[in-house]
């Protein structure tokens, strides 16, 4: 499965994807304030600011699922609905570890919405360990949001 770099003119149907899947998985884990300040525009502005970070699997304008590295963060894995068991999430995930590994990282992680336990179960079959609680102050337009998450980390090879 090719894992590319995401382009500008998909961040309009990432943004719907990121929106649809994040309100049908996180939605029911997450304090209803978060849920109201999780809109389309909302989604569409931090991808086009993580643009560079963002790689892709699937059709040029029509990407199943994407994932964004942050410095040693595996920042954001979202997958379509329709992709599910697809293997588009391996292909991210160990694209992410990749890139991460290249820049040197030893130790990435990632949070996890405590309460999701489909994404712990792929977590830990990726070889990802369950590090703990921590509070995550979430991106929202009206700054940042605490939110109980679970921290997953693994130890990555030199590049």
Request: charged share 20%; hydrophobic share 45%.
């Amino acid at each position: 499965m090719q894992v590319r770099p995401a382009e500008a003119a998909e961040i309009d149907h990432l943004a719907r994807l990121w929106h649809d899947t994040w309100h049908g998985s996180h939605a029911s884990l997450a304090p209803p304030e978060l849920v109201r300040l999780r809109t389309l525009p909302n989604f569409r502005d931090r991808l086009a600011a993580m643009l560079p970070n963002i790689s892709v699997v699937g059709p040029a304008g029509t990407p199943l699922g994407f994932c964004a590295i942050r410095g040693d963060e595996l920042y954001q894995l979202f997958v379509s609905f329709e992709a599910h068991g697809a293997g588009v999430a391996a292909a991210l995930i160990a694209d992410a570890a990749a890139r991460l590994a290249a820049r040197g990282v030893e130790l990435a992680w990632l949070a996890c919405a405590v309460g999701n336990a489909r994404a712990v179960r792929f977590y830990e079959k990726s070889g990802w360990r369950n590090a703990g609680r921590f509070v995550m102050f979430s991106e929202t337009s009206n700054g940042p949001f605490p939110k109980d998450q679970w921290r997953f980390e693994k130890r990555l090879g030199a590049p």
